[in-house]
């Protein structure tokens, strides 16, 4: 690992000038003004007041010299032990740490990995940064926040909706060596009943909200620490929850000392459901996906070539069988609205990783902070019925209005009383090239884009990794980066279960190779990745066999051609659910 660099804040004075008071400045002046001495005419006088001047300019050098070494030397002093400091610091200060994740997003959405939605901030960093194009979450929200802040799969690391409680997370893990912990966004691990807040595992400060989804403009159960806050939204009629995610992220970066390591976790509720988006946010998509679902995955395709996300000959998985043509599509109009808004909605997400980005710049901690981003799970084809209840859709507006849920084509999502999702069609055109969805182990569910950036940690910046690597892996890279001892326990008493992730920190060196075995089994889907071979299946149904390396998009099943791959595979993910399972019980 490269070592690490320390810069001082923007606005540290560079200038040693900067650190004289003005009415010394003004005094050295007068000092040095009397060395213009006028020519006399009579040779002893002349003599005389040259010696004159001569002894005055002595006095005067001797004062300017005086004055210099008390006005100096202290500054010295105080710049020497600062840069006695900052070299210290170089030494010794681990990276700060941000983690960024997003929500039911697909594999395309972002246009560094071939998507047509303006997300350039998010482009920038990948562009400075890594883009891992073989990287997989889970299928869905909680199981996947639980695999990435334990290093540990969610059947053993979750439990009744919250953490295992012999799985430290990553902040009870960095937080003893003196970093400040702090999360902004959605938790989803509070348990059933909500009772395991942020705070209770590790976080020291937190904003957002405890459950799973939540309108955009009326969260439920939005809390600032243990504190329920929201009225903050009710009274604020602009209130919008990716712009108050953002801009208590920037805040929490502002409150971290300069002596103070900082991990940051922001999850972001963008683009889950409801399609909620300002129209200020949505008018710069107005009329853009009228080239309807087919049109666009042909679209991305092509742009993934360009990109190198995907190879030169790859393919377009078929429609899903339950997605009409477009032109055979009846409520155009509604769709391409729904595809607007969800578009506005990762735009507006992009726009506050901005600002987070220029905070860190701001406070001279950009150059050294770890930035990782990825998304939770896939594009998700949920058509939000209008008869759906939960504590998340609010039963009426702020100002008092019937809400009007349901994905109805005679109502255009993005206001407040509005509560759709974008459904099949969008959702198969953003896991762009892959087939199926979120909760589904398909590749569609658990492809996801990973962006690393870290300017004092990356060598030769821009590249692609195609390297195998998994949610599980975030732990072991960030503890590496770190220089923390990942197996060291403080508490003997509490015995530790071991991750299941491996470093990625190789990456960043550009030496990262290793075959990965990667276990899944979640909601609709389960699945064994071995190397370039992956079984999957629905719930209920038999095991599909794939090779990825070959057949990237699961097309061909190879049950029967190779038995004894399948026989191989099987083997192995029933034994990763038992020992996983067992684990779990661990008291
Ligand atoms: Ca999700």
């Known amino acids: 690992m490269s070592q690490l660099a320390f810069q001082l804040p923007e606005n540290s004075a560079s200038d040693p000038s900067a650190a004289l008071p003005q009415s010394l400045c003004t005094q050295h002046f007068s000092f040095v003004a009397p060395l213009n001495c006028r020519v006399f005419s009579n040779p002893y006088i002349r003599l005389r007041k040259i010696s004159i001047c001569v002894m005055n300019h002595l006095t005067n050098l001797a004062c300017i010299l005086l004055s210099l070494c008390i006005v100096t030397v202290p500054w010295l002093g105080i710049k020497s032990h600062a840069a006695e400091t900052t070299t ?114 590790g976080f020291d400060d937190f904003y957002g909200i405890l459950g799973g989804a939540a309108s955009f403009y009326a969260p439920a159960h939005l809390h600032r620490n243990r504190k329920n806050v929201e009225d903050e939204a009710d009274n604020a009629s602009d209130y919008y929850i990716t712009d108050a995610i953002s801009s208590e992220a920037t805040r929490m970066i502002r409150a971290t000392p ?27 998509y107005h009329g853009k996906y009228s080239m309807g679902w087919d049109k666009l995955r042909e679209q991305r395709l092509q742009k993934m070539k360009q990109l190198g996300i995907l190879k030169p000959d790859s393919e377009l998985s078929p429609r899903h069988p339950q997605v009409s043509s477009w032109k055979n599509e009846k409520n155009q109009s509604w769709q391409q609205r729904r595809m607007e808004v969800y578009a506005a909605q990762v735009t507006a997400m992009d726009r506050g990783i901005g600002q987070i980005i220029q905070t860190l710049k701001n406070t001279g901690k950009l150059e050294n902070t770890l930035i990782l981003f990825t998304i939770d799970n896939g594009g998700c084809h949920v058509e939000y019925p209008a008869g759906r209840k939960g504590d998340y859709l609010p039963q009426k507006t702020r100002d008092g209005r019937p809400m009007r849920p349901g994905n109805l084509p005679s109502i255009m999502p993005g206001p407040e009383d509005t509560y759709q999702s974008y459904g099949y069609g969008w959702a198969n055109a953003s896991n762009t090239p892959f087939r199926m969805f979120k909760q589904f182990d398909h590749e569609g569910g658990i492809r996801t884009p990973m962006i690393a950036h870290w300017p004092a940690g990356i060598k030769s910046p821009g590249r692609l990794v195609p390297a195998v690597s998994h949610l599980v892996d975030i732990v072991p890279t960030i503890l ?67 090779n990825l390396k070959v057949d990237p998009l699961e097309l061909v099943d190879l049950t029967e051609q190779h038995p004894d791959k399948l026989a191989e595979l099987t083997t192995i993910w029933e034994r990763e659910s038992k020992r996983l399972s067992r684990q779990a019980k661990i008291k």
């Not at 893990?173 to 938790?187: E, N, V």
């Open 480 to 546: 590496e980066v770190t220089q923390k001892n990942e197996t060291r326990n403080r508490n003997p008493t509490k015995p530790i279960i071991p991750q299941d992730g491996k470093s990625l920190a190789a990456a960043f060196d550009g030496k990262l190779e290793h075959e990965r075995t990667l276990y899944f089994d979640h909601a609709r889907g389960s699945a064994l990745r071995h190397g370039s071979w992956k079984i999957v299946r629905e719930r209920k149904k038999p095991w599909e066999l794939y």
């Open 88 to 201: 210290e610091s170089q030494h010794s200060q681990p990276p700060n740490v941000l983690v960024i994740m997003s929500d039911d997003m697909g594999y395309s959405d972002l246009g560094c990995f071939g998507g047509e939605i303006k997300t350039p901030h998010l482009d920038q960093l990948a562009y400075d940064g890594l883009r891992f194009t073989n990287f997989y979450s889970e299928n869905m929200c909680w199981v996947s926040r639980a695999a990435m802040l334990t290093g540990v799969y969610h059947k053993t690391s979750m439990i009744n909706g919250s953490l295992h409680p012999h799985c430290p997370t990553l902040p009870e893990r960095l937080r003893p060596d003196g970093y400040r912990t702090a999360m902004s966004g959605k938790w989803h691990l509070a348990g059933k009943p909500y009772r395991t807040f942020p705070n209770d595992r």
């Open 258 to 284: 300069d002596d103070k390591p900082l991990f940051l976790y922001v999850a972001y509720t963008a683009a889950h459901w409801p399609l909620h988006a300002k129209p200020a946010d949505i008018e710069p």
